[in-house]
Nanobody, 126 residues
């Protein structure tokens, strides 16, 4: 069983930066995959970024490419989402998720993640 806790959300101005953290409790296998998704009211959850816990692979959603980076600190069992050049379109609830294995070309799918955090609000003010 893995539990996830997101932190670092809040209000930021357009063009600003924010770093989200997701800390896991429980056993984290090197095969695990850590992902970030986001959701706005009335819309489906959107894939943002993912990384293998061993760091071998990362992937980003179209909205994140070139602006966001994902990293992890294995000792702290924490994955980070660094978000730069934020726009109001980035306003959403951001969710951290863990999958038990890397599925090539499919880690943008929610169904490949077994554990989810409760989400954290990010608001970008214009």
């Amino acid at each position: 069983q893995v539990q996830l806790a997101e932190s670092g959300g809040g209000l930021v101005q357009v063009g600003g930066s924010l770093r989200l953290s997701c800390t896991a409790s429980g056993s984290i296998s090197s095969d695990y995959v850590m992902g970030w998704f986001r959701q706005t009211p009335g819309k489906e959850r959107e894939f943002v970024a993912t990384t293998r816990w061993n760091g071998a692979s990362t992937n980003f959603g179209d909205s994140a490419k070139g602006r966001f980076t994902i990293s992890r600190d294995r000792a702290k069992k924490t994955v980070y989402l660094q978000m730069n050049t934020l726009t109001p379109d980035d306003t959403a609830v951001y969710y951290c998720a863990v999958g038990s294995r890397w599925v090539v070309g499919r880690m943008y799918l929610e169904r490949n993640y077994e554990y989810w955090g409760q989400g954290i609000q990010v608001t970008v003010a214009s």
